[in-house]
């Protein structure tokens, strides 16, 4: 009986910690396919304050800095990350990350699951490697390059269920 007593305790201690460790910040809440409008109120941010990007009627861009979407996250310090909008709805989400070592990666796998087989040069001194990988709705692509002082990461994640809306884009951009 005292084992149990000591069991429950230790499962006690160890709850307001629970919640921290699984704390990383998950994209995947900003949904593809809300407007505009509904991730300006996601992020709680006066739309009237920040005007996208408008690169055509049919595309936008948004960025903010990685400390005001993912609060908690150290890989998204210094970070933008870019909203992409085609024809009123979020369809891409890109961070760009310059630091002394790989971070954004380690956060992608975590949240997006792991890539098995990287490219033997990712494990080099300089890395400069690319790949990609699919999850259930959304092609998640990662680069690193680097010279003898920083590295660049990057990391795009694109919907899978809104590819017909980077085919329109395309065939409108060919005919400019």
């Known amino acids: 009986m005292k084992i149990y007593k000591i069991i429950i305790l230790c499962i006690f201690i160890q709850l307001p910690f629970i919640g921290t460790v699984h704390a990383k910040c998950d994209l995947e809440s900003y949904k593809f396919g809300v407007s505009y409008k509904s991730l300006m109120n996601k992020l709680k941010v006066d739309e009237d304050i920040i005007e996208p990007e408008i ?89 690193i390059e680097s010279d003898e002082y920083e590295m660049i990461e990057s990391i795009i994640i694109q919907s899978s269920n809104h590819q017909k809306y980077f085919e329109k884009l395309a065939i409108e951009q060919e005919g400019e």
């Open 55 to 143: 690169k055509g009627v049919s595309e936008q861009l948004v960025f903010f800095p990685g400390e005001l979407v993912c609060k908690n996250e150290k890989s998204f310090e210094g970070a933008p990350i870019n909203f992409i909008f085609l024809y009123g709805e979020l369809v891409e989400i890109q961070i760009i990350r310059l630091s002394q070592e790989p971070a954004l990666v380690y956060w992608a796998e975590s949240i997006y699951g792991e890539k098995e087989d990287k490219p033997s040069s990712f494990y080099n001194v300089q890395p400069n490697a690319q790949w990609f990988w699919d999850n259930s709705n959304s092609t998640i692509s990662y680069s």
